[in-house]
């Protein structure tokens, strides 16, 4: 028997596999080094480190296309750029109607400066701010208003899904390009792929509406970029008077993912009239040009336009990765530190790290009044469960937690001694603070918080306590959901 050529093929085959376990080695040890050397918090780390070595391959892959903050050179390049241009044109042409220390209250003083420090984005006076808490009232009213509009129409939403009352925004906005009007559409193209999928987008685009796709997605972009960052602002600017935002995305909550069996959605916006407006006009000119690489103007403060509307003092508060040194996560953590005596949130997503839960625990031991209003179901069964990983050190320290049973409470909102008011697009989670481009606008004025307080409470009677004891008696299969959960909660 010639036992040659089986030597030579166990020889070839032994190399093979030593060679195959080296480069796995390698590549498992690179990527692990590569997660510690990046210094990201602890608990992401770990998450990672524990993905890697429990399932490798998939963990390597994961890690690799989501795991790292890569925007694309040419967004970087472009980021650079305009944010010369924003901080030149902040400090030339945003001049009038700036607050200074001596002219807001006391209590809002030190979130104020934080945001100054890192966005340069000053908080304006002179504004009026309308909140609408109907998804139909704002719905009809987006439609009335671009019906009305004489030059521009500026919309930046997460999630564009046709139906229902969402067509009139959509058939208002092919009348106005028709007539004119300069029309520019900017949805996120995870969250409206639907959309950008539909024969709706085309007939915009026939129309004259300008429609653009937001950090797209793709096999071949994931070696240049990260496909997990997106574009989670609702904005709407209408002409130089009027702009919109909050947490609704351009989707009538009757015909939006009714499979889910969740209920409706519940939103609100605020309607914004005043020198605030110059501001978020700007913000929709920047993402424009991340996305397009075409320069809208920044507008000048001209005497007839973004005039004093009313007496409430605005801050806006833009936030995302590489947006600048001001997260929206770190205005959190001030805004909840120095609470005083009631703090009442509102939020669908409540993925906390281990900051701003240690935050909420230690404002409820001093005595604060913590509550968090949550909505009874979700659309994510991970978030879910990862969500209530939290809830039972928060309980014993005496927060309180309400599930709301009147739908998929969406809102974002945040009223800190019942007169300081923080509504936008932030979830509290992760994703939003570290990975989503946001919005926020912090109000510092005593009559629209109590309105938006009003609102949340108007949620609390549509909402049932969490009971400690009730919580505690939870079944060892959900105790054990929880945990699991909790902890891949750092890449949620």
Known sequence: MDTSLFTTNWSDNSLYVGLTAFIYITLVILTSLSVLIKRKPIGVSLAWLLLIYALPMVGMISYYIFGQLNLGKKRKKRRLEMAGLFKTWLADEVTEHRLSDQQISSAVTSIKHFVEFGSQMPMMAGNKLTLLSSTDVILTELADCIEQARHSCYLMFYIC??????????????????????????????????????????????????????????????????????????????????????????????????????????????????????????????????ETNVKLPF??????????????????????????????????????????????????????????????KVAALRGVDVKVILPAKNDSFMVDYASRAFFEELLVAGVKIYKFHGGLLHSKSIVIDEKIALLGTVNLDRRSFWLNFEMTMLVDNDFFADELLQLQMRYLLLSDPLILEDWQKRSYHKRLLESVMYLFSPLL
């Open 161 to 290: 899904s046709g139906g229902g009352l969402a067509n009139n925004i959509l058939d208002a906005l092919m009348r106005a390009a028709r007539r004119g009007v300069s029309c520019k559409l900017l949805f996120d193209s995870v969250g409206s792929h639907d959309f950008f999928n539909s024969t709706e987008s085309q007939r915009l685009r026939g129309a004259g509406v300008e429609v653009c796709e937001a950090l797209p997605v793709g096999t071949f972009r994931l070696l240049f970029q990260r496909q997990d960052l997106r574009l989670h602002r609702k904005l709407v600017c209408i002409d130089d008077h009027v702009a919109y935002t909050g947490s609704m995305n351009l989707v009538d909550p009757a015909f939006f993912k009714k499979e889910k069996n969740i209920g409706q959605w519940v939103d609100m916006m605020v309607r914004c009239e005043g020198p605030i407006v110059q501001l978020m006009k700007s913000l929709f000119v920047w993402d424009w040009y991340l």
């Open 299 to 360: 507008q000048k403060l001209y005497a007839d336009s973004f005039a004093i509307a009313g007496d409430q003092n605005v801050q806006l508060i833009p936030s995302g990765p590489e947006f600048g040194e001001a997260s929206i996560y770190q205005v959190l953590l001030i805004a909840i530190y120095e609470a005083k005596y009631s703090l009442v949130l509102t939020t669908p997503y409540f993925v906390p790290d281990e900051s701003l839960h240690e935050a909420l």
